[in-house]
């Protein structure tokens, strides 16, 4: 079997795997907890089929040889839409996960928000911008998706270093994203990092890369195969450190009752060192008395 076959193939079961994935997705109804792992799915499975076509209308010049332009702008808008879309995604996911505990979900959706706006500065500061026109498209594309990879990466460190304090079972579906996401993006990592080291492994990481993104997708549908467990209410004793966390954050940000303290006035606090120093007095002149 040529490698050209094998990818084919590859391809094929990618598709079929995705739109498996699809199906189990609406059919559990998770569409209504998490939309926008929806609307990816759903991007995904109505812009693969296109991208199929216009890719295999360059060979046979179909379109008046317009395939390679429509592939192109389709294909990094798909990318554009998939980034920002995953970034919403992540917000779903931190905020299932924190369900809860409401005032940590408050405060650590704001941090969530200024990590994503610092991980966007940090990789745009790091482009080159060395292409102009059009060819600058996959720059901008490449930026967004570097900076949510991060974020997907810290996201799955940060559920399992704390699956134990926030009673988040390792079946649940939001750990399930979290993992499959975290997959993509370290295959994501590591492929551009080989590639740039050695160019000659670009054909054949490509069914390494491939096959951690049936992985991936496979674990998605594991997870919406088999049933969740349900998250019972999380009971914890008072002086536990999470519970102090959790009402800190939900104190953060309310301004409360304002009580108006008064300082006494200067008179007021000679009158009361002169009651002190005579009652002490009263107090000596009694122990002589006694004493006599």
């Given at each position: 079997m040529s490698s050209q076959t094998a990818m084919t193939l590859m391809s094929v079961a990618e598709f079929g795997l995705w739109a498996s994935l699809g199906l189990l997705f609406w059919t559990r109804k998770l569409h209504h907890r998490f939309p926008a792992m929806g609307l990816y799915l759903a991007l995904r499975l109505a812009s693969m089929p296109a991208l199929v076509f216009l890719f295999y209308g360059q060979t046979q010049h179909w379109l008046n040889n317009h395939c390679f332009v429509l592939y192109f702008f389709l294909y990094w808008a798909v990318y554009i839409a998939s980034a920002a879309i995953?970034?919403?995604?992540?917000?779903?996911?931190?905020?299932?996960a924190l369900a809860a505990f409401s005032g940590l979900m408050k405060f650590g959706l704001v941090v969530f928000r200024w990590a994503a706006f610092a991980s966007l500065l940090v990789s745009f500061s790091t482009l080159s911008f060395?292409?102009?026109?059009?060819?600058?498209?996959?720059?901008?594309?490449?930026?967004?998706?570097?900076?949510?990879?991060i974020l997907q990466l810290c996201l799955?460190?940060?559920?399992?270093l704390s699956m134990?304090?926030?009673?988040?079972?390792?079946?649940?579906?939001a750990f399930g994203i979290a993992l499959g996401f975290g997959l993509m993006s370290a295959n994501d990592f590591v492929q551009s990092l080989l590639i740039s080291i050695h160019s000659s492994l670009t054909a054949?990481?490509?069914?390494?890369?491939?096959?951690?993104?049936l992985a991936a997708v496979g674990t998605?549908?594991?997870?919406?195969?088999?049933?969740?467990?349900?998250?019972?209410?999380?009971?914890?004793?008072?002086?536990?450190?999470?519970?102090?966390?959790?009402?800190?954050?939900?104190?953060?940000?309310?301004?409360g009752t304002q009580v108006a303290v008064q300082q006494p006035a200067s008179g007021f606090f000679l009158t009361d060192v002169e009651s002190v120093v005579e009652r002490v007095l009263a107090r000596n002149l009694k122990d002589r008395e006694s004493e006599s």
């Open positions: 995953l970034f919403f995604v992540c917000m779903e996911v931190f905020r299932s060395s292409h102009h026109g059009i060819l600058l498209i996959p720059d901008i594309a490449f930026g967004l998706m570097r900076s949510v990879s799955l460190g940060f559920l399992c134990n304090a926030l009673r988040l079972p390792a079946r649940d579906t054949p990481w490509q069914f390494v890369y491939e096959s951690l993104i998605w549908i594991t997870y919406c195969a088999l049933p969740e467990p349900v998250r019972k209410p999380v009971v914890m004793p008072a002086n536990s450190t999470i519970y102090r966390w959790n009402e800190i954050a939900s104190a953060l940000g309310h301004t």
